[in-house]
């Protein structure tokens, strides 16, 4: 998990604290992953946008996050 923070902490903007950005959270049995409508993860990233309410602004799994 360290890695792949480490990784995604590249592509914030500079100036922006990458703690206030990403969060990693394990899902061992891929419940929340598939509730955000997401496959397999275990290579290729996805990635949930939620607004300040919890909603649900976007989703994407790809090569380019």
């Known amino acids: 998990m360290r ?4 990784k995604a902490s590249k592509s914030i903007p ?3 604290d990458p703690q206030d950005c990403i969060i ?3 899902d ?5 992953t598939k509730g955000f409508g997401l496959g397999d993860m275990s290579k290729v990233v996805g990635l949930a946008v939620l607004d300040k309410q919890g909603g649900v602004v976007g989703t ?3 090569n380019e996050p």
Do not use: A, M, N, T
């Open 60 to 62: 994407y799994q790809g």
């Open 3 to 6: 890695e792949s923070y480490d």
């Open 24 to 26: 990693i959270l394990p």
């Open 14 to 16: 500079q100036g922006q």
């Open 28 to 32: 061992w049995d891929g419940k929340v």
